[in-house]
């Protein structure tokens, strides 16, 4: 691909080194557009305007949005409503199988987290409005959480959260102080990682328990709809983790990993998500049909630890 990209505008954008082993040569391994840019926006946008590039770092194979937007300017990918209260207020049949499949979504979250932990404090990283958090202070966990978002900070904080806004680089994370700290879907956000995951690991108890979900950029899914897979999420997701990735960046912290697993439902998130932002010709039924069969596929793989859509990793600090 020759498009000139994003990286003509350095006011807004940056290119970094390798954010794992510091390399400063990569490839380019495909160009995608924002998905929440709208069709009609799309479709009228310059070339270069959707050339959000994902490269793979030459040393180290580390995948990554590179250039990407400042950290300053990342605010304005993300849409008012990027954190939806409505989604679960709705009624009808779709606001009934939504509460749900979220409740059984946290229970399977609270199950593999905290299995051979007894209660104590969890700190919760990217808690969004704070469902999770208050599941898990339902069950006597003393929860905590960080969140960017003013708006869904202000949502967990009125469901009883006690949650600091901002860049977890940002903050002063109390130390040695967490026997959970939990990041679903909110590590690939981070604009400075080693940061961030310095406070975050320092943040824990010596025997603590780190848990990372993060998509799979080696699922099928994403094998399948290739440029049009939804978790590249261009330009809000700026690293796709592998599990060596995740072990180059946390063994040198004290971290070692336990356990991989395959997230449950997030096959069919992905597959339906990707045909829904794909823009083709095809009818909708067909579409929603290979999305349901590609995310089945997925699934089934997932029974594989660290092969299903998303991955969640378990690492203890010693
Ligand atoms: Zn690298």
Known sequence: MNNTGVGDHPAVFEEIPCPICGSH?????????????????????????????????????????????????????????????HLSSGGGLFGSLFRTIRHFMLKWKEVKVSRDLSTGNLLDVGCGTGEFLVHMQKRGWDVSGVEISPDAAQIAGRNGCNVLVGDPADLNLPEEKYDLVTLWHSLEHLPDLSKAVDKICASLKTGGRLAIAVPNPESIDAKFYKAHWVAWDAPRHLYHFRSRDLTSLLKPRGMQEERTLSMLMDPFYHALLSETSWVTGLKSWFRALRGFLVGCISFISGFKPGQGSSTLFLFRKH
């Open 25 to 85: 040569t990569h490839q380019q391994l495909l160009s995608v557009a924002d998905r929440l840019k709208s069709k009609a926006e799309r479709a009228s946008d310059q070339p270069q305007d959707n050339a959000y590039k994902i490269v793979a770092c030459s040393s180290c194979g580390f995948l990554f949005l590179n250039p990407r937007p400042r950290a300053e300017e990342l605010h304005k990918y993300y849409p008012s409503g990027y954190y939806d209260p």
